[in-house]
């Protein structure tokens, strides 16, 4: 009996259950690259470029390791362009009996998964995705068993589930779960270090990126600087560079911004992780073995840990718990049109001018510019949640659906109405100057309020309180912004409300189609 074992794109672990323990003499591995995944959303050309390399890597290991592995590229002639599709070639092709797989990390795939069976006559047997520290559903009965959902509570469940920074007596190392209150400094005066370890690309790296230069030129982003692990041991390197580096001051410092400092202290581990290089127990043993040794407090130890087995966790068992219904939410109704300096940087908001940039060279910006920059503009702006959510899944190289769907729409965009957040992250200008240098440089004048020099972020924070007062005034969290916004006069609730429609007047509209191609001829 031949066995099909299709491993996809963020499933390139050696360790994937679905390759353990299968008889490699009467298997066969099938990766397909195939034109639905590049560009059911107009992804950045990094994210291609990483995703088609590091599945051209694996496979070549595999193969290495014994296995037969069927490997279908993008540009074969006879490639029909979907998984389905090329799973039902595969079978006529290895007169294939039965198909193993790991369940798939977001919804749509899934449901054609679940639909193979039927489909094809065979026996599709789908296994849990035990990269993962939580099982599904283990998660689902943990939130069956509270009235809300809190990601602390489900964090220290992980920590007594894996013993990370645990005593033997089953108390938290350091006396408390939480050091999140040390991690809050602005930026350092001096620019750090120097920039995270790069990996040139190789010549199957370089051939696929000529592939998306030509096939997706017209796609968001540049490849120039594309220098990302596209192998398990280049991503141990980087893991090994990051702990060694940057890990001792990443606590302190991990919500500070500095313009033009594209990473600072932070791993960029999340495209190996996100992919399968990486495991989330594996990078956090590293960082536990780090503060064990004396080599990073444990602030930082904490807080990379819980960034790990507590919010990204999380967030995968909140996407799958929540889906389809998360898709379509809108808790303020927002409906305006994404602004086009999403695309081209081209305002003069500095801060998201340079979240702009770094998100077009890298495909990356850090946690905080995703949050309370680009984030926090589009939420107060009233931009409409389900394009914010397509443009974050378009422009970042660790982008996928169960990443960004409760990112974006719960935490960033509150457009779940509190589902997985206690209160929307809305700032003002005073956010972004506490924690960055850019307020320095800026055209606009973060301390004030109206007039055509004041900061943006300032007028439209409080339209965004008044407008919404009677969806948030009762949120416990909310009284203090609602107490600052009644102390204001009348005529200066009127000049902020002015303000914010005029310079929301002013924004350019991104052109139609910019997120989604009906087919691959318009990418």
Partial sequence: MTLLIPVLGDQLSHGLASLRKADRARSVVLMMEVAEETTYVRHHKAKIVLILSAMRHFAEELRADGWTVDYVRLDDPDNRGSFTEEVGRAIERHEAEAIRIVE??????????????????????????????????????????????????????????????????????????????????????????????????????????????????????????????????????????????RLPRFGTYQDAMLEGADFLYHSRLSTS???????????????????????????????????????????????????????????????????????????????????????????????????????????????????????????????????????????SQYADGGRLGTKPYAGSGAYINKMSNYCRGCRFDVKQRVGEDACPFNALYWDFIDRNEARLRRNWRMWQPY?????????????????????LDSLQPAAPGWARAATESAS
């Avoid at 899944?393 to 974006?408: G, I, K, R, S, T």
């Avoid at 006069?489 to 409300?497: D, F, G, W």
């Fill in 104 to 245: 798939a990390g977001e919804w749509r795939v899934q449901k054609a998964i679940e639909g193979w069976q039927e489909c094809f006559g065979i026996a599709v047997e789908v296994l849990g995705d035990d990269r993962f520290i939580c099982p599904l559903p283990d998660f689902f009965a943990w939130a069956a068993s509270r009235r809300e959902l809190i990601m602390e509570s489900f964090y220290r469940q992980q920590r007594r589930r894996t013993g990370l920074l645990m005593e033997p007596d089953g108390t938290p190392v350091g006396g408390q779960w939480n050091f999140d209150k040390d991690n809050r400094a602005p930026p350092p005066r001096n620019r750090p270090l120097r920039e995270p370890q790069r990996f040139p690309p190789d010549e199957t790296t370089r051939e696929v990126i000529a592939l998306v230069e030509g096939r997706f030129r017209h796609h968001f982003g540049t490849l120039a600087s594309f220098a990302l692990p596209v192998t398990a041991s280049e991503a141990r390197d980087l893991l090994a560079d990051f702990v060694a580096e």
């Fill in 483 to 503: 107490a600052t916004w009644d102390r204001f006069a009348l005529e200066t609730k009127a000049e902020i409300r002015e303000r914010a429609r005029s310079f």
């Fill in 273 to 411: 992780l996100n992919c399968g290089l990486l495991t989330a127990r594996e990078v956090c043993e590293a960082a536990e073995a780090a503060y064990a040794r004396g080599e990073a407090p444990l602030n930082a130890v904490e807080g990379f840990i819980r960034q790990m087995i507590g919010w990204r966790e999380y967030i995968r068992g909140m996407y799958w718990l929540e889906m389809p219904g998360l898709s379509e939410v809108n808790f303020f109704g927002n409906s305006r049109e994404l602004p086009d300096f999403y695309w081209t940087g081209e305002t003069d908001m500095a801060c998201c001018a340079d979240s702009v940039r770094n998100t077009r060279d890298n495909g990356y910006a850090h946690h905080i510019q995703r949050l309370m920059v680009l984030g926090n503009f589009a939420m107060i702006a009233g931009i409409d949640p389900a394009q914010v959510s397509d443009w974050y899944l378009v422009v970042y190289a660790d982008a996928y659906e169960w990443v960004e769907h409760p990112n974006v729409l719960g935490m």
